[in-house]
């Protein structure tokens, strides 16, 4: 079965800081891989994806993944936060295999970000 | 119109009524999806639409909950005789087919 670990549950950083979120996914074969941002009251909104080829992703709002397959990980990477950005960050799997395309999501992070 | 459309934004509901929550799609979008989402947590699938064909409806959590999308258009999520375990944010997406999502803003649902 495929499942999605996001071991931080709340992360803080400074603003102007760098940032990276964890990922760890279970899947049994190519994985396609998602992040998604939700701001309070809001729906989820892509960040980015990953379906195939180049594992280094590039996302809206200056965020970038790297897919990394020995280490069943999708980290999230920013390199400078604005306060902007602070919200719940969620990451997601699916991929062909998956029963009726549907995704499987992790807990979430919430990010905060200190003026 | 341009995005995923649902309605109501918030329903509060006395513990034992019905519920009907509507899901309007992106205009083409042959794929539909409902998820739940607790409060704290990440959201977990319900069930799945190809045009009006409900071809996975694995993560319904019980036989009150029920969805619908007749003329594989918008989709209807009824809960019947809710229980405040039913409280959480329902979403839908839709795709022109795949993963690619594009998701509502969804419903709060407040079951007192």
């Known amino acids: 079965a495929q499942s999605v670990t996001q071991p931080d549950i709340h992360i803080t950083v400074s603003e102007g800081a760098s940032l990276e979120l964890r990922c760890n996914y279970s899947?049994?074969?190519?994985?396609?891989l998602f992040w998604y941002v939700q701001s309070p009251g809001q729906g989820l909104q892509l960040l980015l994806k990953?379906?195939?080829?180049?594992?280094l992703v590039q996302g809206i709002k200056g965020f970038e993944a790297e897919f990394k397959r020995s280490q069943s990980s999708f980290n999230l990477r920013k390199p400078s936060v604005h306060w902007s950005d602070a919200a719940e960050y969620f990451c997601?799997?699916?991929?062909?295999?998956?029963?009726?395309?549907?995704?499987?999501f992790g807990t979430g992070t919430r990010l905060a970000v200190r003026p | 119109g341009a995005g995923v459309s649902q309605s109501p934004r918030y329903k509060v509901a006395k513990r034992g009524q019905d519920v009907a929550l509507r899901c309007d799609p992106i205009?083409?979008?042959?794929?539909l999806f409902w998820y739940q989402q607790a409060l704290g947590q990440g959201p977990e699938f319900l069930t799945y639409?190809?045009?009006?064909?409900?071809?996975?409806k694995s993560g319904l959590p019980s036989d009150r909950f029920f969805a619908e999308r007749p003329e594989g258009s918008v989709s209807t999520l009824k809960i019947q005789r809710t229980q405040q375990e039913d409280s959480a944010v329902y979403l839908c997406?839709?795709?022109?087919?795949?993963?690619?999502?594009?998701f509502g803003s969804g419903t709060r649902l407040t079951v007192v």
């Open positions: 997406a839709s795709s022109l087919g795949g993963q690619d999502y594009t």
């Open positions: 899947y049994g074969a190519t994985p396609y």
């Open positions: 990953y379906f195939s080829g180049d594992t």
């Open positions: 997601a799997v699916g991929g062909p295999e998956s029963s009726g395309d549907k995704l499987t």
């Open positions: 205009s083409g979008h042959v794929s």
């Open positions: 639409f190809q045009n009006e064909a409900q071809l996975d």
